[in-house]
């Protein structure tokens, strides 16, 4: 995903939600709920996700390049998916 695609994303979605708003989270851009990040933008252009139903997070994995996120610190968050720039 482009920069400019990201916020294309972002305007849609805090002009859609008055509670999300933009933030910061692991050096990249991202999207905020009371407080706490539910989306970003990652540096190799992809898009990760917070997705705490297990159903929608598994459905989310099976699609081809999506995996589980890892910010680089060697621990994979377990309910967040990293959906690569090429998907």
Do not use: N, Y
Request: hydrophobic share 40%; net charge negative; glycine share 12%.
């Amino acid at each position: 995903m482009t920069e400019a695609r990201w916020e294309e994303l972002a305007a849609t979605v805090t002009g859609r939600h008055d509670d999300v708003v933009r933030g910061q989270m692991f050096g990249m851009p991202c999207l905020k709920r009371g407080g706490k990040v539910v989306a970003g933008h990652w540096k190799d252009g992809g898009i990760t996700v917070e997705l705490v139903d297990e159903s929608a997070r598994e459905r989310a994995l099976a699609l081809d390049g999506v995996e589980l996120f890892d910010p680089g610190m060697g621990r994979v968050m377990r309910e967040w998916v990293h959906v690569p720039a090429t998907r």
